[in-house]
């Protein structure tokens, strides 16, 4: 059964209504701040697995409309980006890249060391650290490739996305009750709790009052960034650097946000407003809600034992890693709590998957508008560089 765009955009919706309606009625859930596109996604490709066990009904769905969501995203998020802003996170920003680069090392140690353990060849142990988990998806299938031609691992693409998957669920998972752990014991609480938030709106406010003039000057603002963003594209590639263009457009926002209002200071600048956040809320959930629902989870049944076994250490080390080691580096605050958040489902799973932990908590808590610099910058640019790098070093080690 193949769903047109119109079709999936409605089905994507109707999941994402189900996560928040099931948030709201289940108090775990909220209390310990689980995304509600990551409830209604799960939910819906458990649904579309009985379907697929039962019926033998495979869904597949448009994605094209996914990937503009991905885009839309992240040039708000360039667009909240102060120079102030990223001159407070500085640090952080430093913090948290040694400490990613310094995991990086760990979660392939352990991958490899679970699967020699166990017997299996260590390339499947590499494909179950930071090639699939801090990689996500596209780096594990472009991997995938090299590893069954130039290693003979004929099954590396089905292992590494099995991976990834699991990792986009824990990681969505994990992220927002380490996050309420933190703020409880410690008794935090965010710097400024009338602040506005970057993503979505709290639990507790009342919804602020946006008009079509709002949404339509936030439209054209990130009309504009992109356009920014596709004339940066090719100056980045003649410098021999291959970004994908989510960070394209981020940078762009940021460069656009920085510069025009000082231009032009009697521009209503709509960067931050309740408008902008609107629109990022909105194109985070549906992103994600998406990414989830069209989950095959029965192609993780052939998963072997190690796998399953790795996985699991690989998840109990970040929850250890993020509350022991980063929390503390960071300067044991509330900030601290919001980016650990954010960093669990980054290492385990996927950019998006941090900031749908980020803005869980924060809708909850209060803002942090640092962290929403910091995780995306040091998730969807500076680890896929150190990545590379550091896998190119284990397979030298493994081979």
């Known amino acids: 059964m193949d769903l047109s765009v119109r079709q999936t955009i409605i089905a994507a919706i109707l999941i994402f209504f189900l996560g928040k309606y099931i948030n709201r009625r289940v108090k775990f859930l909220q209390n310990y701040n689980i995304p509600e596109p990551v409830t209604g996604g799960i939910l819906a490709s458990l649904f579309f697995w009985l379907l697929h066990a039962l019926f033998a009904v495979d869904v597949t769905f448009h994605m094209g409309t996914r990937d503009i969501l991905l885009l839309t995203f992240f040039t708000t998020i360039g667009l909240s980006a102060r120079f102030k802003t990223l001159k407070e996170g500085g640090i952080s920003l430093v913090i948290l890249l040694v400490a990613a680069v310094t995991y990086l090392f760990i979660q392939n140690l352990t991958g490899v060391t679970i699967a020699k353990v166990m017997g299996v060849d260590g390339i499947i142990g590499l494909l179950s650290g930071s090639i699939s988990l801090s990689g996500g998806h596209g780096t594990a299938i472009a991997w995938a490739q090299k590893l069954a031609g130039k290693y003979q691992l004929q099954?590396?693409?089905?292992?590494?996305?099995?991976?990834?998957?699991?990792?986009?669920?824990?990681?969505?998972?994990?992220?927002?009750?380490?996050?309420?752990?933190?703020?409880?014991?410690?008794?935090?609480?965010?710097?400024?709790?009338?602040?506005?938030?970057?993503?979505?709106?709290?639990?507790?406010?009342?919804?602020?009052?946006?008009?079509?003039?709002?949404?339509?000057?936030?439209?054209?603002?990130?009309?504009?960034?992109?356009?920014?963003?596709?004339?940066?594209?090719?100056?980045?590639?003649?410098?021999?650097?291959?970004?994908?263009?989510?960070?394209?457009?981020?940078?762009?926002?940021?460069?656009?946000?920085?510069?025009?209002?000082?231009?032009?200071?009697?521009?209503?600048?709509?960067?931050?407003?309740?408008?902008?956040?609107?629109?990022?809320?909105?194109?985070?959930?549906?992103?994600?809600?998406?990414?989830?629902?069209?989950?095959?989870?029965w192609s993780l049944l052939g998963l072997a034992g190690p796998i399953v076994a790795i996985l699991v250490a690989q998840t109990t080390l970040i929850v250890l890693f993020s509350i022991f080691v980063v929390f503390r580096l960071l300067g044991r605050n509330y900030d601290a709590a919001v980016i650990v958040s954010g960093y669990a489902g980054l290492a385990m799973g996927a950019t998006p998957t941090a900031i749908a932990n980020m803005t869980a908590v924060t809708e909850r808590f209060g803002p942090a508008p640092k962290a929403f610099i910091v995780v995306p910058l040091v998730g969807a640019f500076f680890i896929d560089i150190a990545n590379a790098g550091i896998i190119e070093i284990f397979l030298r080690w493994l081979r």
């Not at 946006?210 to 100056?235: C, F, M, N, W």
């Not at 600048?269 to 990022?280: E, N, V, Y």
Request: glycine share 10%; net charge negative.
């Open 155 to 297: 099954n590396a693409a089905e292992i590494g996305v099995a991976c990834a998957t699991f990792g986009l669920v824990l990681g969505g998972l994990i992220g927002g009750p380490i996050a309420h752990f933190l703020i409880k014991r410690h008794q935090l609480q965010p710097v400024d709790e009338s602040g506005q938030l970057t993503v979505g709106f709290s639990y507790n406010e009342e919804l602020p009052k946006i008009d079509v003039e709002a949404i339509l000057a936030s439209i054209l603002l990130i009309a504009l960034a992109v356009g920014l963003a596709i004339q940066l594209k090719p100056l980045i590639l003649s410098t021999g650097i291959d970004l994908p263009d989510f960070v394209i457009c981020l940078f762009a926002g940021i460069i656009l946000t920085n510069t025009a209002p000082y231009i032009f200071p009697r521009l209503a600048w709509p960067a931050g407003s309740a408008a902008m956040a609107l629109i990022a809320d909105l194109s985070l959930g549906l992103f994600l809600t998406m990414s989830l629902m069209s989950l095959q989870l």
